[in-house]
């Protein structure tokens, strides 16, 4: 009898202690990267564009990133990591979305280069690998470009871009 008593005390004691751990959890500082580092090339047909400024855009929630940058001689570009910094973990049933958005400005009008929205915490695998090197022709048309959604019976997920995109299963 005392071994089962015992055992009950432990079990109780194991499973206060990890929700008394857990609750604390609810309070520490959480980091969600809304767009991994970015390395770039804008170019119109076959010449690249120097001196051409970049704009990112990244959000998540209400929360809104905006950061620019010029493009070399070369036509090259660079964006470091947008990391979103929150003390409240977001619910689980929430619906949050982060969104990114690369552009030019023409016109006083936005040249949008890629435009992406998703539910994620941190950028998709497509993402990242995609924007280890973007090339981006100014003068193509936008398509929409159709990644495979690792959410079993989900539906494709979609980016919009004028840059040459890899690993995806369809362009239209």
Request: glycine share 4%; charged share 20%.
């Given at each position: 009898?005392?071994?089962?008593?015992?055992?009950?005390?432990?079990?109780?004691?194991?499973?206060?202690?990890?929700?008394?751990?857990?609750?604390?959890?609810?309070?520490?500082?959480?980091?969600?990267?809304?767009?991994?580092?970015?390395?770039?090339?804008?170019?119109?047909?076959?010449?690249?564009?120097?001196?051409?400024?970049?704009?990112?855009?990244?959000?998540?929630?209400?929360?809104?990133?905006?950061?620019?940058?010029?493009?070399?001689?070369?036509?090259?570009?660079?964006?470091?990591?947008?990391?979103?910094?929150?003390?409240?973990?977001?619910?689980?049933?929430?619906?949050?979305?982060?969104?990114?958005?690369?552009?030019?400005?023409?016109?006083?009008?936005?040249?949008?280069?890629?435009?992406?929205?998703?539910?994620y915490e941190k950028p998709?695998?497509?993402?990242?690998?995609?924007?280890?090197?973007?090339k981006c022709n100014l003068n193509s048309p936008e398509?929409?470009?159709?990644?495979?959604?690792?959410?079993?019976?989900?539906?494709?997920?979609?980016?919009?871009?004028?840059?040459?995109?890899?690993?995806?299963?369809?362009?239209?």
């Open positions: 009898m005392n071994l089962v008593k015992l055992t009950l005390v432990s079990f109780s004691l194991t499973i206060s202690m990890s929700s008394y751990s857990n609750m604390f959890d609810f309070f520490k500082r959480n980091d969600y990267i809304l767009s991994p580092r970015i390395s770039g090339n804008i170019y119109k047909d076959a010449s690249p564009q120097s001196n051409y400024n970049i704009y990112l855009e990244a959000s998540f929630l209400k929360i809104r990133y905006e950061y620019a940058t010029r493009t070399d001689e070369r036509g090259n570009f660079d964006f470091d990591e947008v990391v979103h910094s929150t003390w409240i973990k977001t619910n689980p049933l929430n619906q949050t979305y982060s969104y990114i958005g690369i552009y030019t400005i023409n016109n006083n009008k936005k040249n949008y280069i890629w435009q992406s929205q998703f539910d998709l695998d497509f993402i990242v690998e995609n924007f280890k090197l973007l398509y929409k470009f159709y990644f495979e959604n690792s959410v079993p019976d989900g539906v494709d997920l979609m980016v919009l871009s004028k840059c040459e995109l890899s690993g995806y299963k369809t362009k239209e």
